[in-house]
């Protein structure tokens, strides 16, 4: 009798087993991206890092975006960008200046915005996403070619944290499949409320 009781436990045990095998659902690569295209504002702290032939820089700064109000970008100490349609407006902290350039100027910065990278997502066809445990955090890595006729920046993945959906690390390549840029997200709040105050400067 005992052994018909044991035999009924394991069996039972290994139908739920093999039930919660079957119904255990595959990850969905369309809830990252749809949270990230979602973002109405967010702020993150940023680290850069611009890497050529000739040098390696290291930049840290602070990102503010505003779906109505444009981005904000604080580099070190040193300089407030503001990013407003097709211009950039920046100041200078080191010499109180301020002057405005055409966003053009900038081919670098902007682009480790990511309301930028929304944009890409957008526009781009070729988008290909992939997931991979790194560190014990499952991420899902979204992977877009870059428009236009630079080689030099002309493909990105971008590391998405799959607890959270928040983005921790953006690398862009060049047509090589060389890395040129890093840009690693920490601090991310999205959907804050940033007073407008922020994305004006005198």
């Known amino acids: 009798m005992n052994r018909k009781v044991i035999i009924l436990f394991l069996a039972f045990i290994l139908g739920l087993l093999m039930l919660s ?11 990252a991206i749809d949270f990230l295209k979602n973002l109405k504002s967010y702020t993150c702290q940023v680290s850069i890092h611009i890497k050529n032939q000739k040098q390696e820089i290291d930049t840290d700064g602070n990102q503010f975006y505003d779906s109505k109000l444009g981005h904000r970008l604080e580099l070190n100490k040193d300089r407030i960008l503001i990013y407003n349609n097709n ?3 920046i100041k200078d902290l080191n010499n109180n200046l301020v002057y405005s ?5 900038d ?4 682009l480790g915005f990511i309301h ?16 991979k445990t790194i560190e014990n955090r499952e991420y899902q890595l979204i992977r877009l070619t870059i428009p236009g006729n630079n080689q030099n920046i002309s493909k990105s993945v ?3 944290n799959l607890e959270n959906y928040f983005p921790e ?3 862009i390549y060049d047509y090589k499949d060389n890395e040129v840029l890093s840009f690693n997200y920490n601090d991310f709040k999205p959907n804050i409320k940033i007073p407008k105050e922020m994305f004006y400067i005198e």
């Open 116 to 131: 930028e990278y929304i944009a890409l997502l957008y526009a781009d066809e070729d988008i290909s996403s992939s997931f």
């Open 107 to 110: 081919s670098v910065y902007n």
């Open 169 to 171: 690390k953006l690398v």
């Open 87 to 89: 211009t950039i407006k």
């Open 158 to 160: 971008l590391y998405v």
């Open 21 to 31: 095998g079957c119904t255990r659902k595959a990850k969905d690569p369309n809830k």
């Open 101 to 105: 350039v055409d966003k053009d100027f």
